[in-house]
């Protein structure tokens, strides 16, 4: 169980170098981390990854815009040359004329000349540096925010490695020339013994040799052998992708030991996704869920035309953003409800015709669920495509996947739920009618590239996935008691929003697995705004960003998805002081003890604001 003792700016889990939470304990250091200020940012030794840039990010990139960039430039590192040009497409469209001609790109590839390329070959590590002033650094961060394609922490600092090792080199291919005054990566010798990429505060360094040589194959077999962990080899990185597409599918049944061998396609038909047709490759693999997120909206409108999108139901903040700002627009119902659908009908009975409707089951932070089988009938009749997160939901209590042309998921969360490593998944469905035209695009140069999901990734997903299935049912069990233990407090507590007890829970229901629960979120609004700090301050769990973690993690998380627009959110019933809890996999009666005993403090802050 994790020590919920955790100081303000350390990482969740403590000690994990690639963490994907941060503390933040005090309702007031919240609000802190908001307004920017350093009491708060200065401690943070990590943040949620699209939002706050990882320690190894930052070095390597300033290594890159030290080496190849203006003086005090920015780079912001992405995993393809493809990611990159989109980049600075986007910001070329926003920015001053003056900030977007300071934009410049960097291609970095393995150098194959070099005696231990070979070894690293069939890793692909590259990257491309999009290299901007001062100025441009806000409109470079929107784009690597919003899209979620930007590297990740490992694959930052593994490549950063090779590259004071003299293994990457610039791509002769590059298109963007680089000033001839430059600084060349350095091609002097080092050995291979570098701190590994593991989540351990263990460090393991060999001292530089100024006569060493390159490595020998035995060397580097061991170099990469510590960087994976756990004895897991390279080889497995193909198999390990497709165990985690076949958990995705619901088709995975054991978890054994992994196998090189292919597993048969046959396999696939007994899934929990009710279509015998499904194929792993019709399933992809990104390195964040909003990247699965912006990419199914770039397959869209690639293969279907430049068409408004319709986003349905009060929606995760940058799913909003990527089809605000990376098409024709966005209709926006935020309520989802079936008055929404009601006028959505209306205008298509008219006439008007659009591209995709998005919308997550369910929803978040409020966790009601839109129709999606009234959804499914409009979007065959007047022919837009649907596109369902069901990262709250998830793949192991709910089906959506009949309901949609593609279902895409964040598999940071519950997926793995050690909040060690990010990830993104897409389902196309095979008997969407779109299908053949996505898949046809996916598989062309600028589709979907699994390379920018860096193996060493994989290999963690892979690994903490493997009891998926029976986490989730002790999250639901947990969330459930705890839910009882809300309903309960009627003195403190105003609203609780959970599947089970929402208006749409019928809609939930018509999707719902057999012997499922209901997810492992919960949001609650107190009958004060005293009172709500009172709670998270007392509550005894982890407190910061993010879900779906195998320990309980609260969050005021309004505060943080939407401070500069509070009063825009409470106009679709999201009040200010919600808190959300993604309940965790303590012992039951542990945590409903933690509970109550938040309510109490609560409780006994209005009487004390009472008597003075």
């Known amino acids: 169980m994790l020590d919920f003792r955790l100081d303000l700016g350390e990482s969740i889990p403590p000690h994990t170098a690639h963490a994907v939470s941060v503390s933040l304990p005090t309702w007031k250091s919240n609000i802190g981390y908001e307004e920017g200020e350093d009491w708060v940012v200065g401690r943070m030794t990590t943040g949620y990854p699209r939002f706050f840039i990882h320690r190894s990010i930052q070095a390597f990139a300033a290594d890159i815009a030290t080496r190849f960039g203006a003086k005090e430039s920015k780079a912001f590192l992405f995993p393809t040359r493809q990611i990159a040009v989109g980049c ?25 000349t070099h005696p231990g390329a070979g070894a690293l070959a069939s890793l692909n590590p590259s990257i491309s540096a999009v290299l901007g002033s001062q100025e441009a650094f806000p409109f470079l961060k929107e784009y690597w925010q919003h899209t979620g394609d930007g590297v990740s922490s490992r694959r930052a600092e593994f490549c950063h490695a090779i590259l004071k090792d003299g293994l990457l080199r610039l791509d002769d291919t590059a298109t ?71 958990r995705i599918a619901g088709a995975l049944r054991t978890n054994g030991e992994l196998s090189r061998a292919p597993r048969p396609d046959h396999e696939m038909e007994a899934n929990s996704r009710g279509v015998i047709n499904l194929r792993e490759d019709d399933i992809y693999l990104f390195p964040s869920g909003m990247s699965a997120i912006s990419n199914s909206h770039r397959a869209l409108l690639n293969t279907r035309g430049s068409m408004k999108s319709i986003n349905f139901g009060f929606p995760y ?25 009601d006028d959505l009908e209306k205008r298509l009975e008219t006439g008007e015709r659009f591209l995709a409707l998005f919308c997550e089951f369910p929803g978040n932070p409020l966790l009601t669920c839109p129709n999606l089988s009234r959804i499914r009938q409009l979007a065959d009749r007047h022919d837009f495509a649907v596109v369902v997160d069901e990262t709250i939901g998830t793949f192991g209590n709910v089906n959506v996947l009949p309901f949609a042309d593609v279902v895409v998921s964040s598999l940071t969360k519950i997926f793995s739920g050690d909040a060690n490593v990010m990830g993104g998944s897409a389902i196309i469905n095979p008997n969407s009618r779109y299908y053949a035209a996505l898949r046809e695009w996916a598989r062309a140069p600028g589709g979907f590239d699994e390379d920018t999901y860096w193996p060493e990734d994989v290999m963690f997903l892979e690994r903490n996935s493997r009891d998926f299935v029976s986490r989730i049912d002790r999250i639901n069990a947990n969330a459930e008691a705890i839910c009882d233990v809300l309903r309960q407090a009627t003195a403190v507590v105003k609203s609780i929003f959970y599947p089970k007890y929402n208006e749409t829970r019928p809609n939930y229901e018509a999707c719902k697995l057999p012997n499922a629960g209901y997810g492992g979120l919960i949001s609650v609004v107190l009958r004060r705004p005293e009172q709500a700090v009172a709670f998270y301050d007392a509550i ?46 303590e012992d039951t009666e542990h945590i409903v003890n933690v509970f109550r005993g938040a309510l109490k403090v609560a409780e006994e802050s209005t009487a004390a604001s009472q008597q003075v």
């Open 317 to 341: 903040v940058d799913t909003l953003k990527i089809l605000d700002k990376f098409g024709p627009g966005v209709v926006f119902y935020g309520h989802g409800s079936e008055s929404d659908l």
């Open 540 to 585: 005894q769990t982890a407190k910061g960003p993010s879900l779906g973690t195998n320990f309980t993690l609260a969050s005021p998380y309004v505060l943080l998805a939407h401070y500069q627009e509070l009063d825009w959110a409470e106009g679709f019933g999201v009040e200010r002081n919600l808190i959300r809890i993604s309940v965790g996999l």
């Open 88 to 112: 600075v497409s986007f910001v070329k469209a926003r920015a001053p004329p003056a900030v977007a001609a300071s934009l410049d790109t960097v291609h970095l590839v393995l150098d194959a």
């Open 176 to 246: 963007t020339p680089v000033s001839p005054s430059s600084p060349k990566p350095c091609r002097g010798p080092k050995r291979y013994q570098r701190p590994s990429s593991m989540d351990t505060t263990t460090k393991r360094v060999s001292p530089d040799r100024d006569d060493a040589v390159a490595p020998d194959l035995h060397e580097t077999s061991r170099f990469l052998e510590e960087r994976f962990g756990r004895n897991l080899d390279i080889s497995f990185v193909q198999p390990a992708r497709s165990a985690i597409k076949r």
